[in-house]
């Protein structure tokens, strides 16, 4: 495996995430607007548990995602075998994407379950930042896989 593969393979978790959080947004604003799914007010006591899931969520998987990727990107670099550090960072990066971004899955939904409550698209767009930030280049790759070097 090379890095252009790797890097191909990681586009593949980085925009499946944003195809199944379309799909995800479509199903569940079609459940709402059908009335198969009723709209939960977002200060019942289920609406708050919705929002204290969803923000819980987002205030431990981003940081946590970012954090470890970093962490583990330290020991990889330290791999000899070519072939193996590749391998690695593939897992670890599909990791960080799916950590970081899962709160986006979330959050969508439960924007249309709680009747088009704005704070879920706020705490969608924090997750949406920090999955921005783990699209996977070939230049990002090479700067976690030799941290000791300069980036200018």
Known sequence: MDTKTVIKRLNIYYYGVFFLLIVLATVTYLLITREILPVVDPQSRW???IQYAV???VLTTVPLGLWWHKRQCKQIAKIEDEQTQLTAYYRCAAIRI???SNTMLL???AFYILG????????AAISAIGWY????TEKKLYFELHPD???Y
């Open 47 to 49: 609406g708050k548990v």
């Open 133 to 136: 930030f783990t699209k996977p």
């Open 107 to 109: 959050a969508i939904p």
């Open 55 to 57: 923000i819980f969520d």
């Open 98 to 100: 799916c950590l970081v």
């Open 149 to 151: 070097e300069e980036q």
């Open 116 to 123: 088009a409550y704005m704070s879920m698209m706020w705490v």
